[in-house]
């Protein structure tokens, strides 16, 4: 069998005028017999969901400065 274990912590910080700072870590560990084939894996789905994250965020943080 495997573990998985993922922590993730997002902080925002108030920057001049109307403007907050987003920096945000995810840590995923995988062990055992999961890791030999979940790696790869993983750290690709995890570099997709950062992007669709980010895209996301960026568009709401723009729709709701207009409205």
């Known amino acids: ?3 998985f274990t993922q922590k993730t912590s997002i902080d ?3 920057k001049t005028g109307d403007e907050v700072e987003i920096a945000y870590c995810c840590n ?3 062990v055992g017999k999961l ?3 979940g790696d ?3 750290k ?3 570099k997709k969901l950062e992007a ?3 895209a996301a965020l960026k568009e709401k943080l723009e729709s709701a400065s207009q409205g």
């Open 1 to 3: 069998a495997g573990r």
């Open 12 to 14: 925002l910080r108030e």
């Open 28 to 30: 995923a560990n995988i």
């Open 35 to 37: 890791s030999m084939f």
């Open 40 to 42: 790869r894996i993983l």
């Open 44 to 46: 690709a789905k995890a």
């Open 52 to 54: 669709d994250f980010t």
